[in-house]
């Protein structure tokens, strides 16, 4: 998209497993977190959040971030409408409805959660050329690293840490690179590349396995 992560924004509404660290990772990249939330509360600071900060005190909070004070309160709805240029929505299923859509002035949305836009909402941010990520690619990492540690019980030998996460890295972006292509060469969104990219595999497997 030709953005440079110093000089971008992202807000990141959900701060458990995914969206804590998904707003640490992009924190390191360089990326400057406008807004993060919870079911507790959601928080804007223009100038950008202490990423470390907030985990730290939403670790001694009962893992939550109500209360924090590096940041204005604000509503579920503002945060994913706030102004920045990526919007990571991991929490819950179904918050991008087609109201919140039309209001969403990120340029590129990344699904942590399951499901978090409705079908109506999609077809909103395809009309305004919002590149989203679809849940099944960008949560899949975890998925993926499950099939790792199933693999290593299965051999009774183990991968290092920096292992598993360089293996992780490799396939999530063989992963991302399939997506990316099929939604090009048919001209679809990332979420219906997603499908034909899986369609395409069946089909070859069906094609390899032969008749019986």
């Not at 099939?147 to 598993?164: A, D, I, P």
């Amino acid at each position: 998209m030709g953005k440079d992560p110093k000089s971008s924004t992202a807000s990141v509404q959900g701060f458990g497993n995914v969206g804590s660290h998904a707003a640490r990772l992009l924190s390191e990249q360089g990326i400057t977190i406008v807004a993060i939330g919870d079911h507790t509360g959601s928080f804007y600071n223009e100038k950008g959040i202490d990423v470390n900060a907030a985990l730290t005190y939403a670790k001694g909070n009962g893992n939550t971030l109500k209360g924090f004070k590096g940041a204005v309160e604000i509503t579920s709805a503002e945060l994913l409408t706030a102004k920045c240029d990526v919007l990571v929505p991991a929490a819950l299923q179904n918050v991008i409805t087609e109201e919140i859509a039309a209001g969403i002035q990120a340029t590129l949305i990344v699904e942590g959660a399951n499901g978090p836009t409705t079908p109506e909402a999609d077809a909103i941010l395809a009309e305004k050329n919002i590149l989203v990520v679809p849940d099944i690619l960008a949560n899949s990492g975890g998925v993926t690293v499950s099939y790792f540690e199933w693999v290593q019980n299965k051999m009774g030998y183990y991968w290092s840490e920096k292992e598993v996460n360089e293996k992780h890295d490799a396939n999530m972006e063989i992963a991302f690179d399939a997506v990316w292509v099929s939604a090009h060469e048919y001209k679809s969104t990332m979420r219906i590349g997603a499908y034909i990219t899986a369609l395409k595999k069946i089909e070859f497997g069906l094609k390899a396995k032969g008749n019986y």
